[in-house]
């Protein structure tokens, strides 16, 4: 029953913006910490973004961004509609990847819980293209 499901990939041009949305069911989002992932062609998963289970902004681990990311792309959540959001603004051709939704139970987005083997849920991924 449970389901991930990312969604609002596509093909953007060098410099624009998109909304990556995963929808969760059948488990509760609020007690999970949930991280984004990407995977571009002939490299490594790594993460990207992470967003703390916790309601405390003032912790250290509340959120998490990759450093070719920050400044640019920012992780939030909706959990009264089970729902996880990353917007992606001033995107590059090197930010092209598929994209993944995963979610882990924890509190805090630690560099122990960002692990791909710590997460408990994944979504099948959505491919972002940045190219003119």
């Known amino acids: 029953q449970v389901q991930v499901e990312e969604s609002g990939g596509g093909l953007v041009q060098p410099g624009g913006s998109l909304r990556l949305s995963c929808a969760t069911s059948?488990?509760?989002?609020?007690?999970?910490?949930v991280a984004w992932f990407r995977q571009a062609p002939g490299k490594e998963r790594e993460g990207v973004a992470c967003i703390s289970s916790s309601d405390d902004s003032s912790t250290a681990d509340s959120t998490f961004y990759e450093d070719s990311v920050k400044g640019r792309f920012t992780i939030s959540r909706d959990n009264a509609n089970s729902r996880v959001y990353l917007q992606m603004n001033s995107l590059k051709p090197e930010d092209t990847a598929v994209y993944y939704c995963?979610?882990?139970?924890?509190?805090?987005?630690?560099?122990?819980?960002?692990?791909?083997?710590?997460?408990?849920?994944w979504g099948k991924g959505t491919l972002v293209t940045v190219s003119s």
């Open positions: 995963a979610a882990a139970w924890a509190r805090y987005c630690s560099e122990k819980v960002r692990r791909e083997d710590t997460m408990d849920y």
């Open positions: 059948g488990f509760t989002l609020a007690l999970y910490t």
